[in-house]
């Protein structure tokens, strides 16, 4: 008989492979399939706002994640040719995570990913690709593996993506929101003379804006540019983004030469989208498989995680009695949508200014009211807090964080292979 496991999660990104952790500890079996073999690319998303750190806190977790490479950024920042704005102070939040760690992505998935495969019914795929789902009038049955497998599950949960494959194999399509900007990111390196207080900011300019992230040796650095743009820039030669860069954030006009060409990038095509629902009946969509959410706010990692909590609070006791519901999937969308419905909201206010200030030949400048909001007192621990923890922010199921207790050893459940503490397990399935 087909291998057939209570829950298969597609993409091991930080919802998928936090869900898979959290099904774990509750006591549900559980497979995470990843397409690629290791971790190592080089992510965007690289945000752990407090509400992640105070989950892991909570999960006992926090401490060994906080000793991973990071930057403990404070304050979101604007800046113009007028003057500079604080949109957000972090370190006026009442929680020891008064900050936004900046932590390269894949080290942290690598961490989660040890974390999880301590558990005896978790199981991590790594290079295993579902290129297709397993259906019988209209209900998922599961998925088909990238070599022709079958692998059954009560419930298929796809996180993978923007670009889900899932979803277009489930036949459904997302309703685009009106993106109206690309961003082309790559790194630069950080050195000690640097603004120390630089964390989070965006530098504004006449047609478009450089955005910067921290990061312990080095700064992410984000080009804005119009969508569909790209090839024009390509045409007029990386020079133009060396030019941008300098002109824009000056300090960093000593070492732009580094970016020499364009393979040294990669471009970010900003969306806003979503799907009008969530789930079919054994399928359940999270994270920007669900919804994809443009680079503002660098809340992607937040609402990810967000929604692989809710999806445990509400469908572990289900799965672990095999009894999920087409009524358990749609309470999960439910809980979720109007939180990103305002976060999606507020982002696409953000692009449509931003577009009219290009048609308009005029800076993209913070607006007279938002300086005058940030300047009254609160207001920027107010911003911080709303960023921090986004809208109607879900608890973690007190039982399902009673019932830690050491952790497991024993091999997973059906296989005679040992698991180790230090690296998750890979199986041999080709892509």
Known sequence: ??????????????????????????????????????????????????????????????????????????????????????????GKLDTPFNYVALMPQARFLQFLAAEAVRWPNFELRMGCRARGLLEHQAAILGVELGSGAPLYADLVVAADGRYSRMRRAAGMKTTRLGATTDLLWFRLPRHDQDPPDADVDLFFGRHQYVGLLGGPDSWQVGVSLPKG?????????????????????????????????????????????RLQRWWRPGLLFIGDAAHVISPVGGNGILMAVQ???????????????????????????????????????????????????????RPLLPTRLLRAVTAVPGARARAARANAYGPQAPTLASWILEGLGSCPTAPLHGGSEGRQADQPRSSAEAP
């Open 307 to 361: 929604d692989a909590v809710t999806a445990a609070n509400l469908l572990a006791p289900p799965l672990a009695h095999h009894a999920v519901t087409d009524e358990g999937l749609d309470r999960v969308q439910r809980r979720r949508e109007p939180a990103l419905r305002r976060v999606q909201a507020a982002q696409v206010r953000v692009e449509r200014r931003s577009a009219r200030a290009r048609r308009a030949g």
């Open 1 to 90: 008989m087909a291998a057939r496991r209570s829950c298969v999660i597609v993409g091991a990104g930080p919802g998928g492979l936090l869900l898979g952790y959290l099904l774990a500890r509750a006591g549900v079996p559980v497979t995470v399939l990843e397409t690629h073999r290791d971790f190592d690319r080089d992510f965007r998303g690289d945000s752990l706002h407090p509400y992640t750190l105070e989950l892991f806190d909570q999960l006992g977790l926090a401490g060994q994640l906080l000793q991973l490479p990071h930057h403990q950024a404070r304050y979101f920042r604007f800046h113009t040719p007028s003057g500079s704005v604080t949109t957000a102070d972090y």
């Open 229 to 273: 743009g790209y090839p024009a820039l390509r045409d007029a030669g990386v020079a133009t983004v060396r030019d941008v860069v300098a002109g824009q954030v000056p300090w960093l006009a000593d070492r732009v030469q580094l970016l020499t060409g364009f393979d040294q990038t990669t471009l970010l095509s900003v969306d806003i989208s």
